[in-house]
C-alpha cells in the first residue's frame, strides 16, 4: 500500500550530525507510537471495570454479610438482638434517600464525561480551523511557516512547520493535564523541533516569569507561543481583519479549553461522597441485620451481594469514567475518543500544512497597490 503524499515528500530529512541524528530518530519513534496507538482490549477493559468497579463492593458486602451470619448463629442472644433492628419506615426511608443519591451521583459522571468529550471534539475542530486561516495567510517570507522536512518515524519523511507542530501539541497536553500525568516536551509533536522544546520549558519552567513563583501551565504556555508565531506571520501585512480571525479562532480553542479545566477540575464537597457511602452501609448493614440474615439465612451472603451489584456497582463504575481523559486507550470500556481526536487532529493539521500552497501570498510591498493614472484621459460622450 502506498505511503501519503506527506510520507514520501522527501527522500532524506535526517541531520547529518550524528548526535542530532539520534535525537531526531528518538523523536521520529516517539511520533510513530503516538499515532498508531494499540487496538483496544475489550476483554480486559470490561474485566478491568468488575474488578475495580464491582469486586471491591461485592467482596466487601459478602465478607460483612457473612460475619453477620456467623454471629447470628453462633452468638447466644444475638437473633432476638437482631430483630430490634426491624424497623421497616427507617430502612425504606434510608434506602429510598440512598437510590436517589446514587441516580443523582451516576447521572453527574456521566454528564461530566459527555461534556468533556463534547469540548474536547470543539477544541480539536477549533485548532483545525486555526490552521486553515494560517495556511490561507502563509508568506513564504515568515520563519514560522517554513516548510520542515522531518522523520515520520516509519522510514519515511513527512512536511510540517512551526505553527503546525505547536498546533497539534495542544490536545495532548489539555489530555495529559486532564489525566494528572507530568508532560514530557519531546513526546509531543513540537518534540522534533529543539527550539519549540526550549521555548515550552522555558514557559513552564517555575519562575521564568518574571515575579511569579509558579509556572505557566502547558496550555498557557502553548497558546503563548501560537500567539507569537501568529503575530510574527502578520507582521507588517496589512490584513487586520484577516488576523483577527485568526485571533477568533484563537479565542474558541481557549474557551473549549477552560470548559474542560473547569468540568475535570470541579469536584463537590468531600463530606458528599463519604455520606454517600456511609448512608449506603448503614442501609445494607441494618438490611443484613433486621430482614436478610432472619429470613433468608445463608442465602443473606448472595443475596447482599446482588443488592450491591444493582446499586452502589454502577455508581463505582460510572466513577471510573467520568473523566475519559484520565483512561488508557488499550484498556477502557468506552470508546477511547480523547486519544482518537489527539491522533485524528494531529494528522489533520500535518495534512494541511504538507501540501504546497497552490497561490502563495506575497509580502505586501508599500506603494505596489496603487493605481497609475491613465496615459489618456477617459470622457464620456452622451448623445448628441
Not at 76 to 85: L, R, S, V
Not at 185 to 203: A, F, H, I, S, T
Request: hydrophobic content about 45%; some cysteine; charged content about 15%.
Amino acid at each position: 500500500m502506498a505511503l501519503p503524499a506527506y510520507k514520501r515528500a522527501y527522500v532524506n530529512c535526517l541531520p547529518t550530525d550524528q548526535d542530532k541524528r539520534g535525537v531526531a530518530l528518538e523523536a521520529a519513534e516517539k511520533r510513530r507510537k503516538r499515532l498508531n496507538k494499540p487496538s483496544n482490549d475489550w476483554c480486559m477493559a470490561i474485566v478491568m471495570d468488575i474488578l475495580f468497579g464491582a469486586g471491591p463492593w461485592i467482596a466487601g458486602t459478602c465478607a460483612v454479610a457473612s460475619a453477620l451470619y456467623a454471629i447470628h448463629e453462633n452468638v447466644d442472644g444475638a437473633p432476638a438482638t437482631y430483630k430490634t433492628f426491624d424497623a421497616p419506615l427507617a430502612i425504606g426511608a434510608i434506602s429510598t434517600f440512598s437510590a436517589f443519591l446514587l441516580v443523582s451521583k451516576i447521572q453527574a459522571n456521566l454528564a461530566c464525561n459527555y461534556n468533556i468529550v463534547t469540548e474536547f471534539n470543539n477544541l480539536t475542530g477549533s485548532l483545525v480551523n486555526l490552521a486553515l486561516w494560517v495556511k490561507s495567510q502563509m508568506v513564504s517570507t515568515k520563519r514560522a511557516v517554513d516548510a520542515l522536512s522531518l522523520p515520520d518515524g516509519s522510514g519515511g519523511c513527512y512536511r510540517t512547520n512551526l505553527v503546525g507542530m505547536t498546533l497539534a501539541s495542544v490536545p495532548y497536553a489539555v489530555k495529559y493535564v486532564g489525566r494528572g500525568v507530568k508532560i514530557q516536551p519531546e513526546g509531543l509533536p513540537l518534540g522534533q523541533d529543539r527550539n519549540l522544546v526550549r521555548k515550552y520549558v522555558e514557559y513552564t519552567t517555575k519562575g521564568s516569569v518574571s515575579g511569579a513563583a509558579g509556572s505557566m501551565t502547558p496550555f498557557a504556555a502553548l497558546v503563548l507561543m501560537i500567539g507569537e508565531q501568529i503575530d510574527q506571520i502578520q507582521r507588517s501585512e496589512k490584513k487586520d481583519s484577516e488576523y483577527a480571525v485568526l485571533f477568533a479562532q484563537l479565542n474558541s480553542v481557549t474557551a473549549a479549553e477552560g470548559a474542560i479545566s473547569a468540568t475535570s477540575g470541579y469536584n463537590p464537597p468531600y463530606i458528599m461522597d463519604a455520606l454517600l457511602f456511609l448512608v449506603f452501609i448503614l442501609y445494607l448493614g441494618l438490611a443484613l441485620v433486621s430482614d436478610l440474615i432472619p429470613n433468608n439465612g445463608a442465602n443473606a451472603i448472595w443475596i447482599a451481594a446482588i443488592v450491591a451489584l444493582c446499586t452502589i456497582v454502577f455508581f463505582q463504575i460510572s466513577d471510573r469514567y467520568w473523566n475519559p481523559m484520565a483512561l488508557r486507550s488499550k484498556r477502557s470500556g468506552q470508546v477511547p475518543m480523547i486519544s482518537q481526536m489527539c491522533v485524528s487532529t494531529e494528522l489533520a493539521i500535518t495534512a494541511i500544512f504538507s501540501r504546497e500552497n497552490v497561490y502563495p501570498l506575497q509580502p505586501f510591498q508599500e506603494g505596489a497597490a496603487e493605481a497609475q493614472p491613465a496615459s489618456t484621459p477617459f470622457l464620456l460622450r452622451l448623445g448628441q
